[in-house]
């Protein structure tokens, strides 16, 4: 079983997943800090990079792979995201695809996971419609499912967040004023459709985060419980 977090940056999703994830010893990550390999150096992390650039070209990875490039032509990219930029996106697309058919039986949660990246794909340009619809076919062949948790947030307080934090590891936190409000703020509209897309098709639920990360974590337990 797959459980994705998503919402605007700052909301709490990595805090959610990570209590989530120390309420059983059966629950394993996927995401960024694990992709990025956060704690590694020398050449454990530049084979890391290695084996995330290789993996989209195996066999069983390939189709997805050629899926999300034709996801990303498909966008009107602006100049704020850079080619190398997509290109990782890419990569981590395909990182989540590899890790997801290989979670078995077990419980897998990503604090970014497909829906949080197509949102933030289509806030950087339209999307075709046939790309996405390709993508989301090829992830319904996950056995086990996908669970989606919709943590509550806005675009000012995601702002707030964004600068309290003092960050320059990923593209947003390069941008700043009216472009990060309006980055954001087609980030939100993107992620409201997604949420609707994928509440059709997969598990979700809506998450509380001015709730104490305990009791929303106990929350979510409890409905993947029934969703099971």
Known sequence: MIIEFNGLAGCGKS???QKLSEMSSDISYAGVAEFRGNGLSGLKKLFLKFRRFVCQYLPGNLKFYLLCRKLFSSAESNNNFSLRENRISIMYMVYLYETYRR???GILVSDEGFL???ASIGAKGRLNPKAVGAVCRELKKINGGIFEINCKSDVDGAIIRIRERNRNDSAIDRLGGSELRDYLTEFDRQLR???RYFGKKYGHMYVDTSLPPEKSAQQIAE???DFQ
């Open 15 to 17: 805090t959610l997943q």
């Open 103 to 105: 979670c078995g039986d």
């Open 116 to 118: 949080q990246t197509l």
């Open 193 to 195: 459709i997604f949420r």
């Open 223 to 225: 409905r993947i419980h």
